[in-house]
């Protein structure tokens, strides 16, 4: 299963920015599918799930109400809309796939991508 994120880069605070997820070679429709960041220096941190049959969408508490998770079967792609960008939204964002346990325990995910850039301008 090989998972490619896109649609990082530069945008200036209270931006926006849409990142997408495709997958292939796995059961897109079986698996959650999650949103991770990275900055320097910190732990990846969770950002958002959406689980299979979209089913309820939860989020990290710093982006709750400004990001939101989508994903569609039919193209087995996970989307991240992201609005009202600040700079401490700046990190690597990797799309993570089919967990074993807690949506939001990094370690519990069979699946990453390599992650795309977004860097937020004050």
């Known amino acids: 299963v090989q998972l490619q994120a896109s649609g990082g880069g530069l945008v200036q605070a209270g931006g926006s920015l849409r990142l997408s997820c495709a997958v292939s070679?796995?059961?897109?429709?079986?698996?959650?599918m999650a949103w991770f960041r990275q900055s320097p220096g910190k732990e990846r941190e969770f950002v958002a799930v959406v689980p299979r049959h979209n089913g309820r969408t939860y989020y990290g508490d710093s982006v709750q109400g400004r990001f939101t998770i989508s994903r569609d079967d039919a193209k087995s792609t996970v989307y991240l809309q992201m609005n009202t960008l600040r700079p401490e939204d700046t990190a690597v964002y990797y799309c993570?796939?089919?967990?074993?346990?807690?949506?939001?325990?990094?370690?519990?995910?069979?699946?990453w991508g390599r992650g795309t850039q977004v860097t937020v301008s004050s």
């Open positions: 993570a796939g089919h967990p074993f346990g807690s949506y939001y325990d990094r370690t519990k995910y069979h699946y």
């Open positions: 070679g796995g059961t897109f429709s079986e698996y959650d």
